[in-house]
């Protein structure tokens, strides 16, 4: 959790203190799909033939009042295997926030959950078996007082549980405070300073506990076609008196967009640890799904880029999309340092109102500089035909590839899908 974007976001709304007109907004689905795959187990030694089938209901809505903001977005998805290659299974991910007390001069209380599917190690196979679900409740009550129109003082506490639903040996909670002093330049930008500390328990693991104290420093601007935040500061965790761990952390969220186009950069570097890995943030290039660590509890110092661009200026009914992600995890004990980078191409053209073709090319490469581990490469490739029969129907043919090239023969595979979809929109 970004505790400085935290008070970022609080600080901006409560300077401002506008009053809100009351707003709703609600959008439901339901997503059917089947799929035939001739490598269900993703692997080179013994390939069964098999079709999976997806059931997702899904939903994300908007409520705003002069009281508070809430925003929520989930997939609940059943998966079933019809020659038993893995379990039958449900997983549900999303995120949602509330913020309440947005127009309140002195308090404050910003919720947030999270739930994601998340591998244990960055090696294993993007099967549904290999994904734990990770969720993370926040709570963060807040008083805040206006020095001057401009100037404002903040504090709020921390509370953070994070669980896992089938590894609990992985769960932590978080629990400590964080002061700051806001300076609003204009409507549009502001300065802040935000200093925390808290205590970060492992309940399967009482000897990994460890405090972390955080500064940073964060200019915010929201123009026009331009938005971002960057911030500089530094990390110090104290696991006893004879052991720490720091280092500088830095973060930036840069979007830029106009009537044709549109980029998105987001960096960061920061000390996290394998429970709570980047905790409520959601990654936006949808490469990989990211954001793995280890079945181990360990501190880790993480850098992440995440680059997003997207483009029609070529044609009226075509669209680009390029993508670049990095992540790199130094551990504190563990032997498992690693590093994963991704690049991502995508093409759609519009062949008539209602149908569009898609082609998409993504390619990813781990690589481990500690323990036992091998590095490994992976390609995909898709084309998609959707169709929309109705307002609220769309259907979509599919066909993809997907080949991983490793020295270790239980990593190494081709596998070749196809499959339907159908989805009703509410």
């Known amino acids: 959790m970004k505790k400085t974007m935290l008070a970022a976001y609080c600080g901006s709304l409560l300077i401002a203190l506008p009053a809100q007109a009351l707003t709703r907004h609600v959008d439901a689905f339901v997503d059917l799909s089947t799929e035939y795959t001739d490598n269900a187990n993703k692997t080179d030694l013994d390939p069964v033939s098999e079709r999976q089938d997806r059931i997702s209901l899904g939903g994300k809505g908007v409520y705003q009042n002069p009281l508070l903001d809430f925003t929520a977005d989930y997939i609940l998805s059943e998966y079933r295997y019809s020659e038993d290659s893995q379990p039958d299974r449900n997983m549900l991910e999303g995120q949602s926030t509330l913020y309440l007390g947005k127009n309140s001069k002195l308090l404050n209380l910003t919720v947030m959950h999270t739930r994601k599917g998340v591998l244990g190690a960055p090696e294993q196979l993007d099967l549904v078996r290999n994904y734990d679900e990770r969720e993370i409740v926040s709570i963060y009550p807040g008083v805040q007082y206006l020095l001057t129109p401009v100037d404002m003082i903040f504090g709020y506490g921390i509370y953070t549980d994070t669980n896992y639903r089938r590894n609990n040996a992985r769960d932590s909670r978080q629990e400590g405070a964080a002061l700051g002093w806001m300076h609003k ?37 929201a123009l026009r076609n331009l938005s971002y935040t960057v911030g500089v500061g530094y990390n110090w965790s104290e696991i006893d008196s004879t052991r720490d761990y720091s280092s500088p952390s830095y973060q930036a969220d840069i979007t830029y967009k106009n009537d044709t186009s549109g980029i998105r950069l987001y960096a960061d570097r920061m000390i996290t640890n394998t429970s709570m890995g980047d905790g409520h943030r959601f990654d936006p290039g949808n490469i990989d799904r990211g954001d793995v660590g280890s079945s181990e509890i360990d501190q880790m110092d993480r850098k992440n880029i995440d680059l997003q661009l997207y483009s029609n200026l070529f044609c009226n009914v075509c669209t680009v999309n390029l993508g670049f992600r990095w992540r790199n995890d130094d551990y504190l004990d563990l032997s498992e340092d690693n590093t994963e980078t991704g690049v991502s191409l995508g ?17 990813r490469k781990q690589d481990f500089s500690g323990g036992s581990r091998l590095p490994f490469d992976s390609d995909r490739q898709a084309f998609i035909i959707s169709r929309d029969f109705h307002r609220d129907i769309s259907v979509r043919l599919y066909v993809e590839q997907e080949k991983r090239v490793s020295d270790d023969s239980f990593n190494n595979y081709d596998e070749l899908a196809s499959g339907i979809g159908v989805r009703f929109n509410f």
Request: hydrophobic letters at 35%; glycine letters at 0%; a positive charge.
């Open 185 to 221: 330049f204009s409507d549009i930008d502001s300065f802040s300073v935000n200093v925390s500390s808290a205590e970060i328990t492992f309940p399967a693991a009482k000897d990994r506990s460890y405090r972390q104290d955080n500064a940073m420093l964060s200019y915010t601007s």
């Open 347 to 363: 093409f759609s053209y519009a062949i008539s109102p209602r149908t569009k073709a898609t082609l998409q090319f993504s390619k």
